[in-house]
């Protein structure tokens, strides 16, 4: 069936430390995967994507790693800031009719203590 | 940068009302998407659209109908209001590529939606 899914619900990092944040998917036939970072009140903001013919992405201080062999997708935040506080989805693009939807994880919330 | 914009913030509404929450993007993006964002729930799309006058149903579509007169505009509405569909109603666009519809969505600000 399709889904996306997060492994932790919640994480807090101390400031400055690297985030991790990870994301199991089910449809091997997806080939496009998005990171979005929402803050509250806001809508999703887009951090950086990466096309499944690739395992690795960076970009300003975030890595985006792709696992195909065991459906695995994960977001690395590199020295984390109280900014860097929200809820982080990742989304996969699965084909549909004449186009493609998004299929969101549930959403883990990073808390940066100070 | 895209901007995706929503007619309001917040709304508060009576059941029974017949409700239009309105989005607007400025960068002649062909795909356009209605979801809603419950706790718990994440991101479930409602309704999307692919081109002007033309729509499809999401995942929860009941209750809800759409309009695409202009490439910019994606309009939902809700023709009789009921306290289940209190919730943040999020707009997305997204530009097509490569003829497979794959295209980051660029979501607008939300609008939260109070059904008394």
């Known amino acids: 069936g399709e889904s996306v899914g997060l492994h932790l619900p919640t994480l807090s990092v101390q400031e400055g430390d690297n985030s991790i944040i990870n994301c199991a998917y089910s449809n091997s036939a997806s080939d496009y995967f998005i990171w979005y970072k929402q803050e509250s009140g806001k809508g999703p903001q887009f951090i950086i994507d990466i096309r499944s013919n690739m395992d690795k992405r960076q970009g300003q201080r975030v890595t985006v790693l792709l696992n195909k062999t065991v459906k695995h997708l994960s977001l690395q935040i590199a020295a984390t800031q109280p900014g860097d506080s929200a809820v982080y989805f990742c989304?996969?693009?699965?084909?549909?009719?004449?186009?493609?939807?998004?299929?969101f994880g549930q959403g883990t919330e990073l808390s940066v203590k100070p | 940068d895209v901007k995706v914009t929503q007619s309001s913030r917040y709304l508060v509404k009576r059941t029974g009302e017949k409700v239009f929450l309105e989005c607007v993007q400025d960068?002649?993006?062909?795909?356009m998407f209605w979801y809603r964002q419950d706790p718990g729930l994440g991101l479930r799309l409602i309704y999307f659209s692919y081109d002007v006058k033309m729509k499809e149903k999401g995942d929860i579509p009941e209750g809800y109908s759409v309009s695409r007169e202009k490439k910019e505009r994606f309009s939902l509405i809700l023709e009789s209001a009921s306290t289940n569909q209190t919730s943040m109603y999020l707009c997305a666009s997204s530009l097509e590529e490569t003829g497979r519809g794959i295209g980051t969505q660029y979501f607008g600000p939300g609008t939260r939606l109070l059904v008394l």
């Open positions: 989304a996969e693009n699965i084909l549909y009719n004449q186009g493609g939807k998004l299929i």
């Open positions: 960068m002649d993006h062909e795909n």
